[in-house]
């Protein structure tokens, strides 16, 4: 792919001072309409070492005001960063709406760097592939615009701006080192660009080639994918028109009304549910520290009617844990930072590093529940978050998270009893508000959402576990075990026990 395109272009430098003069003017007008028109925008920088990105992003964003865009330099992944899936540390930089990110190198780097340097077993190339797909469309889809441009030189090209920046002894150059080996494996990362290029070129995210021997064919052209994108956004909007991106595939299927074939279980005496609840605290005390030794991410997630017991099954898992190595993310209504992002956004900030644990009291699941059924989002943003929230679990799961998602099930009448004992107990007053009576008024289309939610995100990597609820010992108990049971299960994954054999 690369070999195809022709880097003895040029254009002269007359040329280059009319379009570059018309092409900044542009740009400089243009970019206003990205705050203006209220969408995010990303740039992203990949090519080869001295194909010029860093000089480039100087020359675009010497066209733009300063106050609305963020420069984000990409190193290889270090400290916390190594410790969460790859994706965690793109997603906490995309920019919210109205503001530009631009990126010198991105997340393109998991497939070309790691891969030459032997960091990514070649298997693992299309899943990563598929998650970086998945993270473009997901934001795009949203409304964001993502501009990749790749700059192209040749291997004697590259060679020729290395000598030279060896004998500037008086500007010496700190990466030059890094970049003389990676000129040496220049074959290998041509296949792996190559690759690359092919696989993530989607209509969504478009690459833009472009050869870079040229500094001034480069910088127009650099110029020119920038200005039409915006333009064509800007139109898009001005015209209304809807966006092409299809974002998931949506059956209209017969769900299955499985909550109300919930029934109780059996009553549990009081001495048999604290001598149960006792064991499964010690014996998640000690797989908190199990956890942590092996760097083992735990995710658990509580959902359920107002009144299904949500606190109280969080109380009574952390009650014994090091409060060092878990945290409880209550999930509120989004603040305006967290809506001017994807509504993924504030879910991925909260993923824990390996070995610590985050326990969400409501989750991501709000948006095909309360944000769908209240009018919070659009019919076509909560029929694509299905899809967009099966992608995000299975990433974490697939890079090495346990993740429990509980919906905890009550029938209408223990809410109304619940509602009533918190309205009479001062001490309980507080957890009763307007808010809960308002959603109870629309029982039947939660449940029903709630079921299409479990029936649509219950995948083999990540199911949703239903607990009978009307009994707080019982939910309890089911939980903890549950959860202990999972990690368990991961821990033996990780290091199973010896055969008995011989």
């Not at 969408?39 to 300063?66: C, H, Q, T, Y």
């Not at 909007?237 to 909550?259: C, H, K, W």
């Given at each position: 792919m690369l070999d195809d395109i022709?880097?003895?272009?040029?254009?002269?430098?007359?040329?280059?001072?009319?379009?570059?003069?018309?092409?900044?003017?542009?740009?400089?007008?243009?970019?206003?309409?990205?705050?203006?028109?209220?969408?995010?925008?990303?740039?992203?920088?990949?090519?080869?070492?001295?194909?010029?990105?860093?000089?480039?992003?100087?020359?675009?964003?010497?066209?733009?005001?300063?106050?609305?865009y963020s420069v984000h330099?990409?190193?290889?992944?270090?400290?916390?960063?190594?410790?969460?899936?790859?994706?965690?540390?793109?997603?906490?930089?995309?920019?919210?709406?109205?503001?530009?990110?631009?990126?010198?190198?991105?997340?393109?780097?998991?497939?070309?760097?790691?891969?030459?340097?032997?960091?990514?077993?070649?298997?693992?190339?299309?899943?990563?592939?598929?998650?970086?797909?998945?993270?473009?469309?997901?934001?795009?889809?949203?409304?964001?615009?993502?501009?990749?441009?790749?700059?192209?030189?040749?291997?004697?090209?590259q060679e020729r701006r290395l000598r030279k920046l060896q004998e500037e002894k008086e500007t010496p150059w700190r990466y030059l080192p890094q970049s003389w080996d990676h000129h040496k494996h220049y074959s290998d990362y041509l296949k792996a660009y190559d690759d690359m290029l092919v696989r993530t070129h989607t209509k969504w995210a478009p690459w833009h080639i472009i050869p870079a021997h040229d500094r001034r064919l480069a910088t127009v052209e650099v110029f020119k994918a920038i200005v039409s994108a915006i333009e064509s956004r800007r139109l898009e909007?001005?015209?209304?028109?809807?966006?092409?991106?299809?974002?998931?595939?949506?059956?209209?299927?017969?769900?299955?009304?499985?909550?109300?074939?919930?029934?109780?279980?059996?009553?549990?005496?009081p001495p048999e549910y604290e001598t149960a609840l006792s064991e499964l605290q010690n014996k998640l005390v000690r797989l908190q520290a199990e956890v942590y030794a092996r760097k083992v991410p735990v995710i658990i997630i509580y959902s359920g009617m107002d009144a299904a017991g949500k606190g109280g099954n969080i109380k009574r898992l952390v009650q014994k844990l090091d409060p060092r190595g878990y945290k409880v993310i209550p999930i509120i209504v989004p603040t305006d930072d967290e809506k001017a992002h994807h509504y993924l956004w504030r879910f991925w900030k909260e993923l824990p590093p390996a070995g610590r644990m985050a326990i969400f009291d409501r989750s991501w699941y709000g948006r095909v529940l309360v944000e769908r059924i209240e009018g919070f989002c659009t019919e076509n943003e909560w029929k694509r978050a299905y899809s967009?929230?099966?992608?995000?679990?299975?990433?974490?799961?697939?890079?090495?998270?346990?993740?429990?998602?509980?919906?905890?099930?009550?029938?209408?009448?223990?809410?109304?009893?619940?509602?009533?004992?918190?309205?009479?107990?001062?001490?309980?007053?507080?957890?009763?508000?307007?808010?809960?009576?308002r959603n109870r008024s629309k029982w039947d289309q939660y449940i029903r959402a709630a079921e299409e939610m479990m029936y649509r995100t219950s995948t083999e990597k990540v199911p949703w576990t239903i607990v009978e609820a009307n009994s707080k010992k019982h939910s309890r108990i089911s939980t903890l075990s549950a959860i202990a049971s999972a990690i368990e299960g991961r821990l033996k994954e990780q290091c199973p026990p010896p055969s008995s054999s011989g």
């Open positions: 022709d880097t003895s272009r040029f254009i002269s430098n007359s040329i280059y001072k009319r379009e570059i003069s018309r092409l900044q003017t542009e740009l400089g007008v243009l970019h206003r309409q990205v705050k203006d028109l209220g969408f995010p925008m990303m740039v992203v920088f990949e090519g080869w070492d001295v194909s010029g990105k860093a000089s480039m992003i100087n020359r675009v964003l010497m066209s733009m005001d300063p106050r609305n330099p990409i190193q290889s992944p270090d400290g916390d960063e190594l410790l969460r899936p790859f994706l965690w540390r793109f997603w906490v930089l995309t920019p919210p709406k109205g503001r530009i990110a631009i990126f010198d190198r991105s997340w393109y780097m998991k497939a070309s760097d790691d891969r030459v340097d032997d960091k990514l077993k070649k298997r693992m190339l299309p899943s990563i592939y598929e998650r970086i797909n998945s993270f473009e469309r997901q934001l795009t889809v949203d409304g964001a615009l993502m501009v990749k441009i790749f700059l192209h030189i040749t291997r004697k090209e909007i001005i015209m209304g028109g809807r966006r092409s991106i299809n974002g998931a595939t949506y059956d209209e299927d017969d769900i299955p009304q499985v909550l109300s074939m919930i029934r109780d279980p059996p009553p549990m005496d967009e929230i099966i992608e995000m679990e299975e990433q974490w799961v697939d890079e090495g998270a346990v993740l429990l998602k509980f919906w905890l099930n009550i029938d209408a009448e223990t809410q109304l009893s619940r509602f009533n004992e918190r309205m009479n107990n001062p001490y309980k007053r507080w957890k009763i508000t307007d808010e809960d009576w």
